[in-house]
């Protein structure tokens, strides 16, 4: 694939000039512009759409949580703040990563290579003949111990995430497989049809579940787990609606 088109956005120089120097270190990214001004860098992001914004919290106006939620659907956001508080609410939000000043290299490069792996996993998925229907899609890709797995949906039964990584729990494997993503990434890439987030760290495959209780726990495969509060009346939408009686 391409590079990825980069845009900064903070309201400190010194942590703009950090970022930009990454960026150039970084041969998959392209720095397109840097702002200090939030407003001027959303009319900006909504003009060039990038791919990929790292954007400060805290600023002026219009601070990085609000502006996150007016950015292009495509466009990916990785977090940059010295507040540690923000970290839980930049998962709500099309955040594929947050970095926590001061930001090292190494931590950077994670975050980049993890926006690579969206955007290589929708390019892959956007791949198919134009003439073949959506439904026809039966697989995936994911990275793998640095290495391309062919994953059939039916094969899943359900996602795990660990913050950094998701682990792929699978029908036909006693191990799952692990690959360096966001659980909010997963839940963009899988079909919705067959797919269904019932908690911060749980997206299940609808075909898979086998009980329901009413206290919220449901049977996947060997593995008992719990619909959230916040997950809940989705999920119980989806039951009677597939319920008989």
Same mark, same amino acid.
């Given at each position: 694939?391409?590079?990825?088109?980069?845009?900064?956005?903070?309201?400190?120089?010194?942590?703009?000039?950090?970022?930009?120097?990454?960026? $150039?270190?970084?041969?998959?990214?392209?720095?397109?512009?840097?702002?200090?001004?939030?407003?001027?860098?959303?009319?900006?992001?909504?003009?060039?759409?990038?791919?990929?914004?790292?954007?400060?919290?805290?600023?002026?106006?219009?601070?990085?949580?609000?502006?996150? %939620?007016?950015?292009?659907?495509?466009? %990916?956001?990785?977090?940059?703040? $010295?507040?540690?508080?923000?970290?839980?609410?930049?998962?709500?939000?099309?955040?594929?990563?947050?970095?926590?000043?001061?930001? %090292?290299?190494?931590?950077?490069?994670?975050?980049?290579?993890?926006?690579?792996?969206?955007?290589?996993?929708?390019?892959? $998925?956007?791949?198919?003949?134009?003439?073949?229907?959506?439904?026809?899609?039966?697989?995936?890709?994911?990275?793998?111990?640095?290495?391309?797995?062919?994953?059939?949906?039916?094969?899943?039964?359900?996602?795990?995430?660990?913050?950094?990584?998701?682990?792929?729990?699978?029908?036909?494997?006693?191990?799952?497989?692990?690959?360096?993503?966001?659980?909010? $990434?997963?839940?963009?890439?899988?079909?919705?049809?067959?797919?269904?987030?019932?908690?911060?760290?749980?997206?299940?495959?609808?075909?898979?579940?086998?009980?329901?209780?009413?206290?919220?726990?449901?049977?996947?495969?060997?593995?008992?787990?719990?619909?959230?509060?916040?997950?809940?009346?989705?999920?119980?939408?989806?039951?009677?609606?597939?319920?008989?009686?």
């Amino acid at each position: 694939m391409n590079k990825l088109r980069c845009i900064v956005v903070d309201d400190e120089p010194l942590a703009i000039k950090m970022l930009e120097g990454f960026i $150039a270190r970084t041969p998959f990214l392209e720095l397109e512009a840097s702002f200090n001004d939030p407003v001027q860098a959303l009319s900006e992001i909504r003009a060039r759409q990038p791919e990929l914004v790292f954007l400060d919290i805290q600023m002026p106006d219009l601070d990085g949580m609000e502006l996150s %939620r007016m950015v292009p659907p495509d466009t %990916r956001i990785v977090f940059t703040t $010295a507040f540690k508080q923000y970290a839980f609410e930049s998962y709500e939000v099309s955040a594929l990563d947050f970095l926590l000043k001061p930001i %090292r290299y190494q931590k950077f490069l994670e975050a980049a290579e993890k926006a690579r792996e969206w955007f290589s996993l929708k390019e892959a $998925a956007s791949a198919a003949p134009a003439t073949a229907p959506a439904a026809e899609k039966t697989s995936f890709f994911i990275k793998v111990d640095g290495a391309l797995r062919k994953v059939d949906y039916a094969d899943v039964l359900y996602v795990e995430g660990m913050r950094d990584y998701v682990m792929f729990h699978l029908s036909s494997a006693r191990t799952p497989l692990i690959t360096h993503m966001t659980m909010k $990434a997963v839940e963009e890439l899988l079909p919705q049809a067959a797919f269904m987030r019932i908690h911060r760290s749980f997206i299940v495959a609808l075909a898979h579940i086998s009980s329901a209780t009413p206290s919220g726990d449901i049977k996947v495969g060997d593995a008992l787990l719990h619909v959230s509060d916040a997950c809940r009346p989705a999920f119980d939408a989806y039951l009677k609606q597939h319920s008989l009686g």
